[in-house]
Nanobody
């Protein structure tokens, strides 16, 4: 059993900052990649950023230079530092992990429950 728990969402004014955390726990052998997705009302879920176990990152164009993903492999935790937030960043943010569990040779994808980020004055 694997769980991903996000934290750090909330209400922030335009131009402000938030830091999201995603902690993975359970029967985890190793995590290949972790990422953040978001879903705004009436829109499809979209990829925001990912990071591999080796530290390779990928960002959605609209967040480049404003968002930074990082990862603590020892704690199975990923972070998303969001700066210069805009109203269009408002969404539910979901954490995602591609990982191996003990006893399995197949990468499986797990999701967190989501955390609301609202950017508004």
């Amino acid at each position: 059993q694997v769980q991903l728990v996000e934290s750090g969402g909330g209400l922030v004014q335009p131009g402000g900052s938030l830091r999201l955390s995603c902690a993975a726990s359970g029967s985890i052998f190793s995590i290949y990649a972790m990422g953040w997705y978001r879903q705004a009302p009436g829109k499809q879920r979209e990829l925001v950023t990912t990071i591999t176990s080796g530290g390779k990152t990928n960002y959605k164009d609209s967040v480049k230079g404003r968002f930074t993903i990082s990862r603590d492999n020892a704690k199975n935790t990923a972070y998303l530092q969001m700066n210069s937030l805009k109203p269009e960043d408002t969404a539910v943010y979901y954490c995602n992990a591609d990982l191996y569990t003990y006893g399995s040779s197949i990468i499986q994808t797990y999701w967190g429950q989501g955390t609301q980020v609202t950017v508004s004055s």
